[in-house]
C-alpha cells in the first residue's frame, strides 16, 4: 500500500453498520455516507482530502472555527496536567476561573455558573433550578413551565416538554406535566423576507397573559424561551417582544429562561442575546460555543438572588440536589477558557457584529430563486424556507443538504425544507460570497 493509502484504510470505515446516528436518517446516510476526517478554520476534510466549506459552524457551535491552536493545546497541556477531578464535593482551579469569565461576560447579576455537559442537560438543569428556586422560597406550588411552540429546547424529557416540535414529542409519551405554551412568533404573511427582527408580533407576548389567566400565577415556576428560535429555522424575534415577556414575567414573578445554547458566544454579535436586545433572564443557558465545540460542555448562569436563595440550611448539606460526574470538566474548561481568549482576542463578537448587515443582503440576493418562500436573517444567521415538493415534506431540504456536500463542497443545515447557514465567527467576506453563490446553486438545482 502506498502512504497515501495507508492513511486512507485508518480513516474510513469498511462497516457502517454498528453506528446507529442521531437525528439522521440512517440508511439513507449509509448508502451515501458524509464524513469528515479532519478540519481547519473554516473548512472540513474528508478522508480522501477534499476540502468543504463549513457554513454552519458544526452545528451552530464552532465559533472560533475549527481546531484552532490555542485550544488544541490548551485541551492537550489539560490533559497532560488533569484528566479529571471529581465533581462532587471537589473541584479544580479552572472551574472557578472559567466561571468567573462568564459571570463578567453576562449581563446585569447573571453571575453564578452551573456546568454540566450540553445544551439539553442545561435545560434540564435551568428547569429544576427553577422549581427548586420557588420550592426554597416557600412557594412549591409553583410547577408549571412555559415554553413555546417552535422552540427547541434539547432532547431530555424537560427539553422537549417545553419544546415545541411535534416530531421530537409525539413518541415519547405523556411528557412532563403542567407544561403549556406561547404561540410562535412566526408569521410569514406579516414577516416575509426581514433582514433582522421583524416590526410585527410583539403581541405574541400578551398570549402570557392569557395562560397566567388559565393556570394563576401562583402555579407557574418559569417561562423559557429562545430569544432567536434556531433550530427550527432562523426566526429572530419580533421587535419589542422579549421587553414584554420580561414585564409580564415581573408582574407575576416567573423566571424567565433565556436558551442561548445556539445564540451565546457571538452568533447574534453579543456576548450573549440578552445583551443584544436589551432584556435581562433570570437564568441563561448556554452550550456549544462555550468551548468552539471542541469538548462537549453546557451550563446555566443565574442572576445573584437565585443563587443566594439556596444558601441557607445546614452547612454540611448540599444546596442543590442535581450535577453531574463530568461538571465543569477540566478538558471542557480548559478549552473553554482557551475558545473566551480567542473572541476577546480577535474580538469575534464585534466580528460578527460588522459582519450582520453583509450577510443579510448577501442572504436577500436569494430571494428571487425558485421555491424560495422566505429568507430571514440576524447575527450572522439565515434561514431559507423553500416550498416542500407537494408529495414529499422534507425532500428538497434533505436532497440540498446532500449535493452541497457531494457536489458543492459546502455543509448547510436542514430542518425540513428550511434551510439554515451559520458560520464561524471567523468567516471572510469572500466566503460569505461563496456560501450565498453555492446555496444559489443548490437551490436551482433541487427545483
Ligand atoms: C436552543 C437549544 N437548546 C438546547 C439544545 C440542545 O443542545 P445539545 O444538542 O447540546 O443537547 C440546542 C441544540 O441545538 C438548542 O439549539
Known sequence: MSPAQTQRASVVPNDLAAYWLPFTPNRAFKAAPRLFARAKDMHYYTPEGRAVLDGTAGLWCTNAGHNRDPIVQAIGAQAAALDYAPAFQFAHPKAFELAGRIAALAPGDLDHVFFCNSGSEAVDTALKIALAYHHVRGEGARTR???????????????????????????????????????????????????????????????????????????????????????????????????????????????????????????????????????????????????????????????????????????HVAELFHGYTYSAHPLACAAALAALDLYRDEDLFARAKRLEPLWGEAAMGLKDLPHVLDIRTVGLTAGIDLAPRPDAPGRRGYDAMAKAFHEENLVIRVTGDTIALTPPLIVSEGEIGEIFDKTARLIKAVG
Not at 423576507?193 to 415556576?221: C, M, N
Not at 437564568?283 to 453546557?298: D, N, W
Open 145 to 315: 413551565l412555559i415554553g413555546r411552540e417552535r422552540g427547541y429546547h434539547g432532547v431530555g424529557f424537560g427539553g422537549i416538554s417545553v419544546g415545541g416540535i411535534v416530531a421530537n414529542r409525539r413518541f415519547f409519551g405523556t411528557l412532563l406535566a403542567g407544561v403549556d405554551h406561547l404561540p410562535a412568533t412566526y408569521s410569514r404573511e406579516h414577516q416575509a423576507f426581514t433582514i433582522g427582527e421583524p416590526d410585527w408580533g410583539a403581541h405574541l407576548a400578551d398570549e402570557l397573559e392569557r395562560i397566567v389567566a388559565l393556570h394563576d400565577a401562583s402555579t407557574i415556576a418559569a417561562v423559557i424561551v429562545e430569544p432567536m428560535a434556531g433550530s427550527t429555522g432562523v426566526l429572530p424575534p419580533p421587535k419589542g417582544y422579549l421587553q414584554r415577556l420580561r414585564a409580564i414575567c415581573d408582574k407575576h414573578r416567573l423566571l424567565l429562561i433565556f436558551d442561548e445554547v445556539i445564540t451565546g458566544f457571538g452568533r447574534l454579535g453579543a456576548a450573549f442575546a440578552a445583551e443584544r436586545y436589551g432584556v435581562i433572564p433570570d437564568l441563561i443557558t448556554f452550550a456549544k460555543g462555550i468551548t468552539s465545540g471542541s469538548v462537549p460542555m453546557g451550563g446555566v448562569i443565574a442572576r445573584a438572588p437565585i443563587y443566594e436563595a439556596f444558601m441557607r440550611g445546614p452547612e
